[in-house]
T-cell receptor, first 112, second 116 residues
Framework: GQQVMQIPQYQHVQEGEDFTTYCNSS?????IQWYKQRPGGHPVFLIQ?????EVKKQKRLTFQFGEAKKNSSLHITATQTTDVGTYFC????????????FGTGTRLTIIP | NAGVTQTPKFQVLKTGQSMTLQCAQD?????MSWYRQDPGMGLRLIHY???????DQGEVPNGYNVSRSTTEDFPLRLLSAAPSQTSVYFC???????????????FGAGSRLTVL
C-alpha cells in the first residue's frame, strides 16, 4: 500500500534558526497536505498543495510540492517558540482513493 | 459550530472489556475517519466512511468496529480491549469532492485510552 515517509523524526533548533522537514511518498499523489499538532493537542490543517512544482508561503512557512508529485517539504524561516509541535504531511493517492496517508511526523523543539 | 466532538477524553479499561468512542460532527461532512496515534508511528487510519451506511477498513482495522447510521455520528467500538490498543484516538471528518477545501480533515480533540 501507499507509504509516506517523513524525515527527520526529531529536530531541535535554537530560536531564530531555520527548520526543514521532508516528506516522500512511495506513489504519485493527487495532492499533499500539511498539519501541525501542538503538544497535547490535535492535528490542525495548515495547507494543501495540488500542482506539480507548486510553492506556497504562509508568513515564515514555505511549502513545496515536487515536480513528480511524490515529495514535499516544509521550511520555517527564523523559528519562534510558537512553532513548537509536530508537523505531519499527509498524501492523497492519485488513484481515486480518498484515504489520507499520514507521514510519521517531525517533532520540532525550540531552544530559547 | 462545535466542529468534531469526541467523547470520552480519557478512559481506562481492563483487558477484555468493551467500550465505544463517540464522534460527532456538525459540519455536514460526508467523510469521517478514525486514526490512532502512537509514539513514532504517526497517525494510522483505522476505519473510514464516505457516507451514511458505508464504512471501510483502513491500515489497522483489527480489533475495532464502526458503523455510520447518520451523517453526523461515527462511533468506534472496541469489542475486547487489549493492551496493544492503548493509544490516543482521533476522529476526523471532511467534505468529499474536488473543490477547494475538499478532503481537508478537521480533527476532534482526541480520546486517550489506556488498557491495563
Amino acid at each position: 500500500g501507499q507509504q509516506v515517509m517523513q524525515i527527520p523524526q526529531y529536530q531541535h533548533v535554537q530560536e531564530g534558526e531555520d527548520f526543514t522537514t521532508y516528506c516522500n511518498s512511495s506513489t504519485t499523489l493527487s495532492n499533499i497536505q500539511w498539519y501541525k499538532q501542538r503538544p497535547g493537542g490535535h492535528p490542525v490543517f495548515l495547507i494543501q498543495l495540488v500542482k506539480s512544482g507548486e510553492v506556497k508561503k504562509q508568513k515564515r512557512l514555505t511549502f513545496q510540492f515536487g515536480e513528480a508529485k511524490k515529495n514535499s517539504s516544509l521550511h520555517i524561516t527564523a523559528t519562534q517558540t510558537t512553532d513548537v509541535g509536530t508537523y505531519f504531511c499527509a498524501g492523497l493517492s492519485n488513484f481515486g482513493n480518498e484515504k489520507l496517508t499520514f507521514g510519521t511526523g517531525t517533532r520540532l523543539t525550540i531552544i530559547p | 459550530n462545535a466542529g468534531v466532538t469526541q467523547t470520552p477524553k480519557f478512559q481506562v479499561l481492563k483487558t477484555g472489556q468493551s467500550m465505544t468512542l463517540q464522534c460527532a460532527q456538525d459540519m455536514n461532512h460526508e467523510y469521517m475517519s478514525w486514526y490512532r496515534q502512537d509514539p513514532g508511528m504517526g497517525l494510522r487510519l483505522i476505519h473510514y466512511s464516505v457516507g451514511a451506511g458505508i464504512t471501510d477498513q483502513g491500515e489497522v482495522p483489527n480489533g475495532y468496529n464502526v458503523s455510520r447510521s447518520t451523517t453526523e455520528d461515527f462511533p468506534l467500538r472496541l469489542l475486547s480491549a487489549a493492551p496493544s490498543q492503548t493509544s490516543v484516538y482521533f476522529c476526523a471528518s471532511s467534505h468529499r469532492g474536488v473543490f477547494s477545501g475538499a478532503n481537508v480533515l478537521t480533527f476532534g480533540a482526541g480520546s486517550r485510552l489506556t488498557v491495563l
